[in-house]
């Protein structure tokens, strides 16, 4: 396997888009979003009931949203915003997960209202949402952070379990559940979220042991079954040409060999690995290559269209001239207009030295793999 960035639509498509809609623009990639969900749904079949809950927050638009949905997928919320935009703008009945934290009571009461499950992410939670509900839902979950049990090293950007802000201790979490029980909580479930951008199906094997664990535990101290698992999301993408793509299947399989055997519903919430390839950013040269102490490139965007590339020092982004793919190259920095040093889109790139103002210039997160 070989990996090579093969853009979808021809330079014309784009060129006509930013023709009718303007720069910058995001372009999405229906076909490889639908392909992408799919390959997930396929790699958690084994469950005998599976849902992955799209990480609204991964991709907001309401198109692609509709496209997820269609492909049998529901939607991870963590925010009211998040909440108001798959009721408002997806319509119809839908699944939801919420999981948030710091939560006002009225985003409690607007997640129960649309049906969605409440996650909560800490024990004393609970308590607030009996107050705000004035009872407990018929189907709750509680999110766990194993803390030091779990080693994540280099290969997680969230960073240690036991210093997240996220998730709450082992004895806090069997507490909620007994107290969700005698409460008449009806379906019981247990969720946890440690990785992401994570290409490791150990990674994902080993997170599933710890929740088979301690599901193993609420029924040995409680005697409470659990009625499903969500084991997060955090599947990764390849950023860069040098990596090999995520094998999603093998991520399934991982997973699926220490949840299988309990025969519960597995449901999952990822995001990045649906949108993230199939994602492109058009905008427009204006000035083109000013040379001052170094060379910058202009563009007719800032970093507030993008602001990860900015705030986030992992993340990267393919650049491409289109129509230059193949001129002479030379060193230079990708600006915008913001009155910030921090508005750098790319620094440091090897881009056509032929470029001039005018030209479309696409950006995208992740390199699509293609079998040669």
Not at 31 to 53: C, H, K, L, M, T
Not at 128 to 137: D, E, M, N, S, T
Not at 224 to 235: E, K, L, P, R, V
Request: glycine share 8%; proline share 5%; with cysteine.
């Amino acid at each position: 396997m070989s990996v090579e960035k093969n853009m979808p639509f021809s330079d014309e498509v784009f060129a006509d888009i930013a023709d009718q809609f303007g720069t910058p623009t995001y372009v999405y990639d229906e076909a490889g979003i639908r392909d992408n969900a799919r390959q997930v749904n396929e790699a958690f079949s084994w469950s005998p009931s599976y849902i992955n809950y799209f990480a609204v927050k991964a991709t907001p638009v309401p198109a692609v949203l509709r496209a997820v949905k269609s492909e049998g997928m529901g939607f991870d919320c963590s925010s009211d915003t998040e909440l108001h935009i798959v009721k408002r703008q997806i319509g119809g009945n839908n699944q939801v997960f919420y999981t948030s934290n710091n939560t006002p009571d009225a985003d409690y009461r607007y997640a129960d209202g649309i049906g969605a499950t409440i996650n909560i992410d800490k024990l004393p939670y609970l308590e607030q949402v009996r107050r705000a509900l004035g009872r407990l839902p018929t189907t709750m979950a509680i999110r766990y952070n194993p803390g030091e049990l779990k080693k994540t090293g280099d290969d997680n950007s969230i960073g240690e379990p036991q210093y997240a802000k996220f998730g709450d201790t082992e004895e806090h979490v069997l507490d909620a559940l007994k107290h969700m029980r005698d409460g008449g909580v009806e379906e019981i479930g247990l969720h946890t979220m440690l990785v992401t951008n994570n290409r490791n199906p150990e990674s994902f094997a080993e997170t599933a042991r710890l929740l088979r664990e301690l599901a193993e535990k609420a029924e040995m101290r409680h005697g409470i079954d659990i009625s499903f698992i969500n084991i997060g999301g955090g599947i990764g993408v390849n950023y860069h040409p040098d990596e090999q793509p995520v094998d999603v299947a093998a991520i399934g399989e991982a997973v699926g060999s220490e949840l299988g055997p309990m025969g519960i519903p597995i449901v999952s919430e990822n995001g990045r690995y649906i949108t993230g390839p199939h994602g492109y950013m058009l905008t427009r040269v204006t000035h083109g290559i000013i040379e001052s102490h170094i060379k910058f490139l202009e563009v007719d965007t800032s970093v507030n269209n993008m602001a990860r590339l900015a705030t986030v020092s992992s993340a990267y982004h393919e650049l491409m001239v289109l129509g230059r793919e193949d001129d002479p190259r030379e060193l230079m920095t990708v600006v915008g207009s913001m009155c910030a040093n921090s508005d750098k889109f790319f620094k440091d790139r090897m881009l056509p030295k032929t470029t001039k103002p005018g030209d479309l210039t696409g950006h995208t997160r992740c390199w699509r793999p293609y079998a040669v």
